[in-house]
Structure formats: structure tokens, C-alpha cells
């Protein structure tokens, strides 16, 4: 069971050096399609279709065809060797919540706390959202984020970058309830931060959202995993959607507002809790000052 009670779905907008250039369809609103097109109805209706919806039991689709960083075609059964895999989503191009995602992986996998190796005790399934994206940047990437690694032992068999086709990544995101969005009209994706767990079999069995992932909380989410135990439904208590601050109209989107209106309540109850247990404390030296000069002087006291 996870341990932590409070979800953080951290949601960035992020350019893609090579989406401009794609053709996306726009499916119709009440589809069962992870990705929407619609630039019409604004920035509002792109947050609005993001999310990261908690699918346990869910099948992973093992026949979901990828290229590895290699520029081999691969299926996703390839990497269901007996051991439970760790996936995420995002795209490679990404320079800010994919970033903090993978730096927070990179912080998970050297976690002594988290105390198995990736590659011996479990794999990590890195794909790309962007169906623009090739093997060659999969490959760079991976060269970077093993160095930061310090290319330990089975790091290079464990950790697998895929891209792929539209068909595939929706496929994939469908089955963990990774709904993504693409802003046509700044070329930009929003999508959400976290990893998913799946068993030895390929089933859901572990979220972990946000961008930083306790070692021993994943520890014990692939001790259960690898006995193909499914994790129980945790509350999303707050949910933080992040966009950055354009600084062309100098204007932070609605989501970092939400956030800062969240932040400056917070802020308000704080002082006021402060201000009430100040007055409160000052009512009673009040009031035990008063008392103390009605009462006789002690000189008054001893003649009577």
C-alpha cells in the first residue's frame, strides 16, 4: 500500500522541438483517446483533459509495438522477464516537467532506501509521448541519464527508451489512465508527472505521482508487485496542475494562478490563526490584570 495520503499531479505545459512540424487528428470529446487536439476552446480545455487516473488491475498491452533506442522494433512483452517494470511517460524534447521527472527517477534508482538494481531486480520503461521523436534522441538520452547514473551494473540492460506511433503511445497511456494533451497552436504538451508499476504480468499495481518517488514507498510497491499484489486506491486529496510563466505577455497561465491563489489562502489563514491566538493570549492578561487589581491589598487584608 502507498504510503503517501496526499497526490501531487504535477501538470506542465513543454515545447516540443519537433511537434510543430506533426499532424495531429482531433478526436471528438467522449472518445476513449488519451490525446486531444483542440485549439479553439482555449489553454482551460487542454488542463481540463489532462489527468492521471488511477486504473489497478488494468492490462498493460504486451503487444504494443515500440522502437527501442537501437531503432529495433520491440513489443512492450519484451520487457516482462519475471520481474515487475516501472513505466513512464513523457517526451525526450521536454526541458521542464519531463526533466523533473526523470531527475526524479534518477534520485529513486540511487535511493539506498529503495535497495534493489534496476536491471536485476526490476526494469524501467521509458516512452515517449511525442510520436515525432526518434531512437537517435532515446539514445542520447539514455547515454546522458546512465552517466548521471554513473553506468552501474545492469543499468544499460534495465532501462529501456522507446519511441513510437501515435496508435501505440495512446494505447499504452490508455491502460495506466495517462490522458495527455497537445496545444496545437503553441506546439506544446501538457501531461502529467508520476510512474506506474506494473507486475511480472503486466497488470497496474503501483502509483506513484509527481516527480519525487520515496525510495522505500516504491520499495515496498515492487515487493507487492512482484508477488502480483495490486495496490489499493489512494484519495487525490490536492491536486496541483503546474504551467510555467510567459514571460512574452508577462502572464502566468491559469493553473500556476490557481496555485498561487492556492498558496496565498494558505498564506491568509496562517496569519489569521496567528493574529486570533495573539488577541486570544491578550485577552487573558487582560482580564487576570483586572482581576489582580480588584482584589484587597495584602496590607488591607491583615487589619481586618
Not at 289 to 304: C, G, I, N, S, Y
Given at each position: 500500500m502507498?504510503?503517501?495520503?496526499?497526490?501531487l499531479l504535477t501538470t506542465s505545459f513543454a515545447t516540443s522541438a519537433h511537434a510543430q512540424g506533426s499532424k495531429t487528428l482531433a478526436p471528438k470529446i467522449g472518445t476513449s483517446s488519451t490525446m486531444r487536439t483542440d485549439t479553439s476552446t482555449g489553454q482551460d480545455q487542454?488542463?481540463?483533459?489532462?489527468?492521471?487516473?488511477?486504473?489497478?488491475?488494468?492490462?498493460?498491452?504486451?503487444?504494443?509495438?515500440?522502437?527501442?533506442?537501437n531503432g529495433e522494433t520491440v513489443?512492450?512483452?519484451?520487457y516482462f522477464k519475471g520481474k515487475p517494470v516501472v513505466f513512464e511517460l513523457i517526451f525526450y524534447n521536454c526541458t521542464m516537467l519531463c526533466s523533473e521527472v526523470m531527475n526524479g527517477t534518477l534520485r529513486l534508482i540511487k535511493d539506498p532506501k529503495l535497495g534493489f538494481q534496476m536491471g536485476r531486480d526490476f526494469d524501467v520503461v521509458t516512452v515517449s509521448i511525442d510520436p515525432t521523436e526518434t531512437p537517435e534522441l532515446a539514445a542520447a538520452k539514455k547515454k546522458t541519464y546512465l552517466k548521471e547514473l554513473g553506468n552501474p551494473p545492469?543499468?544499460?540492460?534495465?532501462?529501456?527508451?522507446?519511441?513510437?506511433?501515435?496508435?501505440?503511445i495512446d494505447k499504452l497511456a490508455d491502460s495506466i489512465g495517462y490522458?495527455?494533451?497537445?496545444?496545437?497552436?503553441?506546439?506544446?504538451?501538457?501531461?502529467?508527472?508520476g510512474l506506474v508499476v506494473a507486475t511480472p504480468a503486466g497488470k497496474v499495481a503501483r502509483y506513484f505521482y509527481g516527480v519525487d518517488y520515496p525510495g522505500q514507498d516504491v520499495r515496498f510497491g515492487l515487493i507487492e508487485a512482484s508477488n502480483n499484489k495490486i495496490?489499493?486506491?489512494?484519495?487525490?486529496?490536492?491536486?496541483?496542475?503546474?504551467?510555467?510563466?510567459?514571460?512574452?505577455?508577462?502572464?502566468?497561465?491559469?493553473?500556476?494562478?490557481?496555485?498561487?491563489q492556492l498558496a496565498a489562502l494558505a498564506t491568509l489563514l496562517g496569519l489569521g490563526c496567528g493574529i486570533f491566538l495573539m488577541r486570544r493570549v491578550e485577552t487573558r492578561?487582560?482580564?487576570?490584570?483586572?482581576?489582580?487589581?480588584?482584589?484587597?491589598?495584602?496590607?488591607?487584608?491583615?487589619?481586618?
Open positions: 502507498l504510503l503517501s495520503t496526499v497526490l487542454v488542463i481540463q483533459s489532462v489527468d492521471f487516473e488511477r486504473k489497478l488491475n488494468s492490462q498493460i498491452p504486451l503487444d504494443a509495438t515500440f522502437r527501442d533506442s513489443q512492450l512483452s519484451k545492469g543499468a544499460e540492460e534495465g532501462w529501456h527508451l522507446l519511441v513510437g506511433d501515435k496508435k501505440n490522458r495527455y494533451s497537445y496545444d496545437k497552436a503553441t506546439a506544446q504538451y501538457a501531461h502529467a508527472g495496490g489499493s486506491v489512494v484519495e487525490k486529496a490536492v491536486l496541483f496542475l503546474c504551467f510555467h510563466y510567459n514571460a512574452t505577455d508577462g502572464k502566468y497561465s491559469f493553473a500556476v494562478m490557481k496555485l498561487v492578561m487582560l482580564a487576570r490584570a483586572k482581576v489582580k487589581k480588584t482584589d484587597p491589598a495584602p496590607a488591607e487584608m491583615a487589619q481586618t
